[in-house]
T-cell receptor, first 115, second 115 residues
Framework: AQKVTQAQTEISVVEKEDVTLDCVYETRDTTYYLFWYKQPPSGELVFLIRRNSFDEQNEISGRYSWNFQKSTSSFNFTITASQVVDSAVYFCALYMVQGAQKLVFGQGTRLTINP | NAGVMQNPRHLVRRRGQEARLRCSPMKGHSHVYWYRQLPEEGLKFMVYLQKENIIDESGMPKERFSAEFPKEGPSILRIQQVVRGDSAAYFC?????????????FGPGTRLTVT
């Protein structure tokens, strides 16, 4: 069975701190994609990144970076120099190429950045 | 190119009434997915449809819920005889035809409140 675990339910930091959101996944498939989405207070889902299972290179986009480690089945997300606008719920999700074409989401991490 | 459209954005129903949620996929997209987000939880897959076909409804409750994606017009998620536990945000996503790469584009969601 496929599963995504985001063990951190809530994180609260002060502005400008760095923060890492953890994501651990389970799948027996060898080909899959991993995603991160942001859900701001307005409620919509904002796509952040997609990573395929064969590409373990870390990715950096501005203040955002992602660390994919297949050996530990983790796909962690780091925000550097956090800002109040980063406050949101963040979801990690898994997509298997073979079989059911659906996204399996983690429970989400509520991130609060305090000024 | 308009994104995925969902309407209404907010829907209030009394217990026992019917709720109809509409989703218009992005232009050129023939695959539609419905997800449900209960309060303080992650998104859970409900159903995957292609035009005039239900491909995977493994996440749909067995009773009162149905979905369709007709040849013409939007996809409809129908909930009959709503109960308080149906209160949630319902997200629709669409993807282009072909082998899935997990590219699901999400609509803004419909927030259903059952009173």
């Amino acid at each position: 069975a496929q599963k995504v675990t985001q063990a951190q339910t809530e994180i609260s930091v002060v502005e400008k701190e760095d923060v890492t959101l953890d994501c651990v996944y389970e799948t027996r498939d060898t080909t899959y994609y991993l995603f991160w989405y942001k859900q701001p207070p307005s409620g919509e889902l904002v796509f952040l990144i997609r990573r395929n299972s064969f590409d373990e290179q870390n990715e950096i986009s501005g203040r955002y970076s992602w660390n994919f480690q297949k050996s530990t089945s983790s796909f962690n997300f780091t925000i550097t120099a956090s800002q109040v606008v980063d406050s949101a719920v963040y979801f990690c999700a898994l997509y298997m190429v073979q079989g059911a074409q659906k996204l399996v989401f983690g429970q989400g991490t509520r991130l609060t950045i305090n000024p | 190119n308009a994104g995925v459209m969902q309407n209404p954005r907010h829907l209030v129903r009394r217990r026992g009434q019917e709720a109809r949620l509409r989703c218009s996929p992005m232009k050129g997209h023939s695959h539609v997915y419905w997800y449900r987000q209960l309060p303080e939880e992650g998104l859970k897959f409900m159903v995957y449809l292609q035009k005039e076909n239900i491909i995977d409804e493994s996440g749909m409750p067995k009773e009162r819920f149905s979905a369709e994606f007709p040849k013409e017009g939007p996809s409809i998620l129908r909930i009959q005889q709503v109960v308080r536990g149906d209160s949630a945000a319902y997200f629709c996503a669409s993807s282009p035809p072909g082998v899935g790469l997990g590219e699901q584009y999400f609509g803004p969601g419909t927030r259903l409140t059952v009173t």
